[in-house]
Each structure stands twice: as C-alpha cells, then as structure tokens.
C-alpha cells in the first residue's frame, strides 16, 4: 500500500517530523508547458501528463507566467518565445508610460476570461490528480505590477524590454503606484481564494498556493524599506485572502535568485519557504527560518546537457542534511524547458533514499 500523499503533504507542511509524517519527504519538479499553455484544457491535460510521468509526489502547477498582464489586457505573440525563453515575445504592455499606473482597477476573477481560465484549468487538475496534493502558482501585487511595465522581476534580467524607469514609478509617483498595488492585490486575492475554496462553494478546491515573490527581494532590488513600503502590506491582503478562504490552505513562498533574502519571509505567514541554496548569498537548506523548506538540487543540472550524477549527488546531501526533520525535495526552482530526462528521473527515484 502506498504512502497517503495527501496526508504527508500537510502533515510536512506543518512541520511534523518524518516519524509523525506518512513520509519524510516529497518529491516534486515543474517547468513551462510550452506549446499548452492556453486553453484550460490543454494546459490542465499537460500538467497531468508531466506530474504522471515522473510520479511527482506533490504538484505545484505552473501556468504561463504572463497571464497576470495578460488579464490586464496586454497582448504577447504566442509563437515567438524568443529562442527558447518560456515567456512569450510582448507585442504591448499595459504600461507604456508612467501615467498609466493610475489606469490600474481591480478585476473580478470570476468575470475576466484570462483568470477564468485559470480557475478552470485548477480545477480540471485537482480532478485529475486527486491523491496528492495542487498548489497553484500566483505571483506577488509587486511582481505583477512590475511586469506590467515588461520591467525586470529581477536585477539583470536580459529580456525585461520596459519603455519606463523604475523610478518614474516608485519615485515620482508614489502614491499612484501604491493604489495600483492595492487593486492588483485586491484581484489576486479575490483570484487565491477562489484557487483554495472548496468547490462546494464555488473554489478549485486546491491544497494551496505558490505564493512567487520572484526576484524582487534578490540582490536588493527592492531593499528592506522600500520592500516595506511596495510590497509587504500587499503581500499581506493576499495571503490573509488565502487563510480566510481556507484555513488549511498552504502557503508555499517562493523568493528568487541570489541574495534572495528568505529571512524577510519567515514571519509573514507561509508554511513552506522556497529559495536557491545552491546561489551566492543564500542559506543552505538548514538555516533556521521557520517555515519548512523546500530544496535538492540547483534547477541549472536540468538542462538538456545537465549532469544528471550531480543531481543525484545534490539530492543525497539535501536529504541527509534533512534528516529527521521535514522537507519538501525539489529543484531550487523551474526546471528548464526542455529538460534532461536524465536529470528528472535522478529527481523522481530520490524518493527510493527515503
């Protein structure tokens, strides 16, 4: 007899050590469907057919990553992914210059066609995957405001395109930005708890969120006051929108890139935090944070040329620097795509180490 996914899912999440957990440890990876990302039905059937592939343990779904702007109206070529990268090429944005952040309203998820579509595609996933558990994929008020502009998610980032400076946001207009910042966190709030409401009450029914920051906390982008100022207290509406819809919904934090800063996300109420130990500035996966942590192997060895006896190495040092204490086991963040199948059958037969 199996392992209940379902229960040992929430029972990590909780912190629960391995001897109280039907299991140690999960497994789990994601990448950009390329090629079925739209529609709620092709895309919930890819999901399905990736995560029964490998026989991931827990599913994080991973829908396209500009449907944020995209509900906004801005408009991509869907099919010109610049040489391989897993956005699509903008062909308009929603702000082209600086005035339009006072244009930003809140939306209603259950009415615009784009979030529609993804409270669709959630659903069909959680039916299709019912013994383990589907956390959903919603990125930060900041980080969507930011790609409204097509400016970058993160420092250095080489296909950010915007037509605006940073500043011209955040600077010279303040206070605008920071109403635009409400009704995004407004709308993603309305959208998460949708996500994670019992379908009895008109949810998706979900276990709960992948709640991506991106890199916006990474190498100071956003230090720890203007952090303070453009982001925590949206952070705040959505995650509280989260417990209130479903207060056994979990919330899985993603902070990205180096100097990621995970320490900033210890107390803001996520059971599970997820950074790139493997990246200069971070902490290895034992750093006393709080939440449980998730990690095994760097996301760069899952490359089509990656080494999958790297990653294999990596996870046996992950789990025996876990040991005893709970984990989530994945990569330290999206798999490439494509990806070495090599590398993620390394990942999928960890699960024999337990």
């Excluded at 895309?43 to 994080?60: L, S």
């Excluded at 990205?256 to 493997?278: K, M, T, Y």
Aim: hydrophobic share 40%; net charge negative; glycine share 6%.
């Amino acid at each position: 007899m199996g392992i209940d996914r379902k229960a040992a899912f929430r029972a990590i999440a909780s912190g629960k050590t391995a001897e109280e957990s039907p299991a140690p440890y999960l497994v789990s990876a994601w990448q950009h469907l390329i090629g079925h990302e739209y529609g709620a039905d092709d895309f919930a059937q890819a999901t399905i057919d990736f995560v029964k592939t490998w026989d991931w343990e827990w599913v994080k779904v991973n829908p396209r990553a500009i449907y944020y702007s995209e509900a906004w109206g801005a408009t991509y070529d869907h099919n010109d992914y610049q040489n391989g990268y897993v956005i699509p090429r903008t062909v308009s944005t929603v702000i082209k210059s600086a005035a339009d952040v006072e244009s930003i309203e809140r939306l209603d998820p259950s009415a615009n066609p784009v979030l529609r579509e993804q409270i669709d595609a959630a659903r069909l996933i959680r039916a299709g995957l019912d013994d383990r558990a589907v956390i959903d994929t919603v990125f930060s008020p900041l980080s969507v405001l930011l790609q409204f502009a097509d400016l970058p998610l993160y420092p250095g980032d080489p296909y950010a395109r915007p037509t605006i400076e940073l500043g011209e946001l955040f600077e010279e207009r303040p206070e605008q930005t920071e109403k635009a910042l409400k009704a995004i966190a407004e709308t993603l709030a309305d959208y998460a708890a949708t996500l994670v409401r019992d379908p009895k009450d008109g949810g998706a029914g979900l276990d709960g969120i992948f709640y991506a920051v991106t890199g916006t906390a990474s190498e100071n982008y956003f230090d720890d006051d203007a952090y303070a100022r453009f982001a925590a207290p949206y952070d705040r509406i959505v995650i509280d929108a989260i417990r209130n819809a479903n207060p056994d919904a979990v919330i899985l934090l993603h902070t990205c890139r180096q100097e990621s800063h995970p320490e900033r996300f210890a107390h803001v109420g996520a059971d599970i935090l997820h950074w790139d130990q493997f990246l200069e500035g971070n902490p290895d996966i034992n750093a006393p944070l709080g939440p449980v942590p998730v990690g095994g192997a760097s996301y760069t060895l899952f490359a089509p040329d990656g080494d999958a006896a790297k990653v294999a190495e990596e996870l046996r040092k992950t789990i025996e620097l876990r040991r005893g204490k709970p984990f989530l086991l994945a990569p330290s963040c999206t798999v490439p795509t494509p990806a070495s199948d090599a590398s993620l059958r390394a990942l999928s037969e960890a699960r024999a180490l337990r």
